[in-house]
């Protein structure tokens, strides 16, 4: 698996440009307007995006016929990507919860903003970054690169249309979802993450499973 | 060390179905035209495809379970994570064998003048070839399964694959070589053992020596041929002068037909002969 992981180092490390500008615009969007959570939400979705595209990586011209004849087994492959996207969600949420932290101090001088709630939400956003990944994954590995960029649009576009419906229908039953989400989290926030955490795992085992079973099925 | 009985792949206008088994200490060429089921062979053992009946075993073992530290494999144009530079695909390949030979391997891509700092998309035709060759015998491989790695080089550079592939074979009698080319000559002066494959069926199967010895191609006008013993004739061209007949007992017809013009047989030849002839 360690050479695995020095592949992707190095494909990742290819885009450190763009790594340089999705900071500097995080950081640059939370302290002109001041909005200091904004970053949790933008860099959840960096660390599938990074994964899928070492992924398209793998693929290209062949690639996975050439990676198979290596000692690297299937199954190994789907782990070492699961465990990518474990470090890239961390390492995500760090650059965040840094700019965020930055951000807060420049406006409130002081640590306060340090609390549970804030945990919590760092946490939430660790667990959509993973959503995703479980999500996105599967669909990566059975379609490959040209077809799986596509796909992803699809999936994206789908969780966004989705969203909107659901707003939609309790917007047309009367009553006001983000009030509502508001009330739950404020009451039991604790439970509400350590449900989502619980959630994202099963989800995420669910969706190794799958992507075993149609790597497996694939040919080179 | 390679068995291969009955196996059977089926694709939509293509069916691979054959058998075959590679002895330790030779080389065995596989000859065939384009698209007469070479790779799809090599990809079978590799376990990249599912074979829908038969087995390969390899070392004695199922293919499936193959240890693939064992296997140096070389697939016509394709290379190992081509958006890697070689610095960084030698840090990844040093980490993924258990035996890797960093410092010769090294010491040969500076030999071969490959750049560590280019990645290998950029790489030209020749140099990928090297390179693959290079990482397949780089790691103490037993088996060598080679699909065209001479594809599209030029003579100076196929000769030094060739010469690699030699050097392998020499440093240990026990390892051996599946390689398949659509250019005879590499095979006919690299292989022991000849395998011919058309439309993903075995036609024909030979050491090199017999082929090159006991087989021939004789050149009769029409009215030799009504006389000649076709007994051990295995096929038949129509041509200018009368009829090509290859035969795999060019003496019989050398000490009975004193007259036939015999030609020497070449893998060429005999490749022409065995899908143009009937």
């Known amino acids: 698996m360690k050479g695995l992981f020095i592949k992707d180092y190095s494909y990742i490390k290819q885009s450190k440009f ?62 070492q990507k699961y465990c990518l996207g474990l470090i890239l969600g961390l390492l995500f949420l760090a650059i965040a919860f840094i700019i965020s ?17 804030l945990f919590c939400g760092c946490i ?7 959503f995703i990944i479980a999500l996105a994954t ?14 992803m649009m699809v999936i994206f576009g789908g969780i966004f249309v989705m969203g909107f419906i659901i707003y939609f229908i309790f917007n047309l039953l009367g009553i006001d979802l ?8 404020s009451s039991s926030i604790p439970f509400i993450t350590l449900g989502i955490v619980v959630i994202t795992a099963i989800l995420n085992f669910i969706s190794y499973q799958i992507s075993i079973k149609i790597f497996n099925k694939k040919e080179y | 060390m390679i068995e291969i009985d009955g196996i059977k792949k089926t694709y939509k206008d293509f069916t691979l179905d054959c058998s075959l088994a590679i002895q330790p200490g030779t080389i065995t060429g596989l000859l065939g035209q384009n698209g007469a089921g070479k790779t799809t062979l090599f990809k079978a053992i590799m376990d990249l495809i599912h074979v829908e009946k038969g087995k390969i075993l390899i070392f004695g073992k199922d293919h499936q379970e193959l240890d693939k530290n064992q296997v140096g494999f070389v697939l016509s144009n394709t290379c190992i994570c081509e958006y890697l530079k070689l610095r960084e695909l030698i840090q990844m390949l040093n980490a993924v064998y258990d035996h890797f030979h960093l410092d010769h391997f090294i010491e040969q891509c500076k030999a071969h003048h490959l750049p560590f700092d280019k990645k290998i998309n950029e790489f030209s035709t020749g140099m990928k070839a090297k390179l693959n060759i290079l990482i397949a ?10 699909d065209e790695p001479t594809a599209g080089l030029d003579v100076v550079a196929r000769e030094e694959i060739l010469d690699l592939i030699r050097t392998f074979m020499e440093e240990d009698e026990e390892r051996c070589v599946l390689i398949s080319s659509h250019i005879s000559s590499d095979l006919e002066s690299l292989c022991d053992d000849i395998y011919m494959i058309d439309q993903g069926h075995i036609i024909l199967h030979e050491t090199n020596d017999c082929l090159l010895d006991e087989y021939g191609l004789l050149k009769v006008t029409k009215e030799q041929y009504q006389d000649l013993d076709l007994e051990y004739i295995l096929k038949t061209k129509e041509e200018n002068y009368g009829y090509a007949c290859l035969s795999n007992h060019k003496q019989f017809y050398k000490e009975n037909y004193p007259d036939i013009v015999i030609e020497k047989n070449t893998l060429d030849i005999l490749f022409s002969m065995m899908l143009g002839g009937h």
Request: charged residues 10%; glycine residues 6%.
């Open chain 1, 18 to 79: 763009l790594f340089l500008f999705l900071i500097i615009f995080g950081l640059g969007f939370s302290f002109i307007y001041d909005y200091h959570t904004f970053v949790y939400g933008y860099f959840s979705v960096f660390p599938s995006i990074m994964l899928m595209s070492t992924i398209n990586y793998d693929d290209y011209n062949h690639g996975f016929t050439s990676l198979l004849s290596l000692p690297i087994s299937k199954k190994e492959y789907i782990k």
């Open chain 1, 101 to 117: 932290c930055l951000s807060y101090y420049r406006s409130l001088h002081s640590f306060q903003f340090l609390n549970s709630d």
């Open chain 1, 124 to 130: 939430m956003s660790l667990m959509f970054a993973y």
């Open chain 1, 138 to 151: 599967p669909v990566a590995i059975y379609f490959g690169s040209q077809k799986g960029q596509l796909a």
């Open chain 1, 178 to 185: 983000k009030a509502w989400i508001d009330t739950i989290a």
């Open chain 2, 137 to 146: 015998l780089s790691h103490e491989a037993k088996l060598l399964l080679l």
